[in-house]
């Protein structure tokens, strides 16, 4: 049994910050992508941003230059940490990872509300 649990929402005014963070546990074999979703009311689940076992990052273009994405391989941990937030940024946050086995998992996700 595998577990993804989000921690780090929270309501914070525009052009505050916040940080997600995203641990896994249980049976895990070699962890290959984490990723954080976001899905907004109404709208489609959206990737924010991504990272590969070696570091290599990857991120929407609605974010960059104000998000960073980190794990911690050793820990199984993912970091999301965001700056400059916008109200538009409001959203639930999602962790994803999948294995080098192929399995994907999902946690629960962390409400993260920006508005004035």
């Known amino acids: 049994q595998v577990r993804l649990v989000e921690s780090g929402g929270d309501l914070v005014q525009p052009g505050g910050s916040l940080r997600l963070s995203c641990a896994a546990s249980g049976s895990i074999s070699s962890i290959n992508v984490m990723r954080w979703y976001r899905q907004a009311p109404g709208k489609q689940r959206e990737l924010v941003a991504s990272i590969t076992s070696g570091g290599y990052t990857h991120y929407a273009d609605s974010v960059k230059g104000r998000v960073t994405i980190s794990r911690d391989n050793a820990k199984n941990t993912a970091t999301l940490q965001m700056n400059s937030l916008k109200p538009e940024d409001t959203a639930v946050y999602y962790c994803?990872?999948?294995?080098?086995?192929?399995?994907?998992?999902w946690g629960q996700g962390t409400q993260v509300t920006v508005t004035a």
């Open positions: 994803n990872l999948d294995t080098l086995r192929g399995s994907a998992y």
